[in-house]
């Protein structure tokens, strides 16, 4: 069966009234026939039926066995940084999203858990940086916003030898184009404010485990954490994944027409896309996925804050927003924006510039878009040949 319709119909018809969308079950309790006795669910925290719903619905599109859903992506990272204890080690991929880069180390290191940054894109800096105290790899494969790929089946077999778990976020490829869990990872995460959820409407993470044993333990850290998702939104996210299929076709196939374009523009410096066969680890995105993805990073040949700060504040159709993965084009700034609590010495080195600029492409015609993208980055080339003209009036 085509993947699209086993999702479609992986979505249950409600048993009791025949409902073909999934019943939101707002309520905070459930009554019980005797102390301990219940229908299986008690309390709203420990579970409910819209999120155990899509609970299911997610541990199923990423061939795990358990899904656990949070209140954020930051919630379900959290959980899984305290599956660790004090003294043990992480090594994670440096071009890491900001919001996990200020768990990690203003958050966890405080408590002795040690985090080590390299570039996972060559899985022999992940075994380098491996110590004995070392628990946890964590990836992001495409990275937010440089797009690295790392070789997932190859640094789990790295993770396996040296009895470590391997966690990928897969927020930015989402199961319908790459499922980490089959390559040897244990544990995906997403923020399902992005793709998943797919309209900008919603708040919320998600974890997937390989094992089951290991679910449970997630699992008791949501109940006894706290970090819930509420049954709406619960909802929202099961709406969102109806059409995440058909939503990631069109996101994919405009990423690349747009990346494309960028290559030819004279203001453009470097675009960054798995899908161009430019891409150093091209090869490596098409052996572990069915497509590369909505979102395009490119870097400017004037390579300033000003420059791109210009750009990302002067486009029609593209709105300059935190967030990506929703039906509308979003432009974001990394380095003022998602990766701003990054020291700008770590996340240069990472290969986020000054003038880097991420572009979450939506579900409009691609043409526009490229329209848009052309009457900004042609204000940028005269702009540089004014003030090259400038420079060479005050030099005579």
């Not at 309790?29 to 997610?58: H, I, K, M, W």
């Not at 161009?276 to 390579?303: R, Y």
Request: net charge negative; with cysteine.
């Amino acid at each position: 069966m085509n993947t699209a319709t086993a999702l479609i119909h992986s979505i249950p018809v409600d048993p009791l009234t025949g409902a073909v969308s999934v019943p939101i079950y707002q309520t905070s309790t459930f009554v019980q026939e005797a102390p301990g006795v219940n229908q299986g669910y008690d309390y709203s925290r420990t579970n409910n039926p819209t999120r155990a719903t899509l609970e299911r619905l997610a541990a199923g599109l990423e061939k795990g066995s358990t899904g656990i859903a949070f209140a954020s992506g930051l919630a379900a990272i959290d959980a899984i940084a305290k599956l660790l204890q004090s003294g043990d080690e992480i090594v994670a991929v440096d071009d890491i999203y900001g919001g996990a880069y200020r768990l990690f180390t203003q958050v966890y290191e405080k408590f002795g858990i040690k985090v080590h940054f390299t570039d996972t894109s060559n899985p022999e800096n992940v075994f380098n940086a491996i110590t004995p105290k070392t628990k946890l790899i964590w990836l992001e494969s495409p990275t937010n916003p440089t797009l690295k790929i790392s070789d997932i089946a190859a640094i789990a077999q790295i993770a396996k030898a040296s009895d470590c778990l391997l966690c990928v976020d897969n927020t930015f490829a989402t199961p319908a184009l790459q499922q980490p869990l089959t390559l040897g990872a244990d544990i995906v995460v997403h923020s399902a404010t992005k793709y998943l959820g797919g309209h900008s409407d919603l708040i919320a993470g998600i974890v997937v485990t390989k094992d089951p044993e290991l679910g449970a333990r997630i699992k008791y850290l949501q109940n006894a954490c706290g970090a819930i998702l509420g049954p709406f939104d619960s909802w929202l996210v099961i709406r969102g994944i109806e059409t995440l299929h058909l939503r990631i076709k069109q996101h994919c196939s405009a990423a690349l027409e747009i990346a494309r374009f960028l290559q030819t523009h004279p203001a453009v410096n470097q675009v960054y896309y798995p899908g161009l066969p430019e891409h150093p680890n091209h090869e490596v995105a098409k052996k572990q996925s069915h497509g590369f993805g909505g979102i395009v990073s490119f870097s400017l040949k004037n390579d300033t804050e000003a420059a791109a700060v210009s750009l990302v504040s002067n486009t029609a159709l593209f709105k300059l927003a935190e967030s990506l993965g929703g039906i509308k084009s979003l432009i974001s700034h990394p380095a003022n924006m998602t990766h701003k609590s990054i020291p700008a010495e770590k996340r240069r080195a990472a290969g986020v510039s000054d003038s880097l600029i991420r572009l979450s492409i939506g579900l409009e015609d691609a043409a526009d878009l490229i329209s848009d993208l052309q009457q900004v980055l042609d204000k940028q080339v005269n702009n540089n040949k004014h003030s090259i003209q400038q420079v060479s009036t005050t030099t005579i």
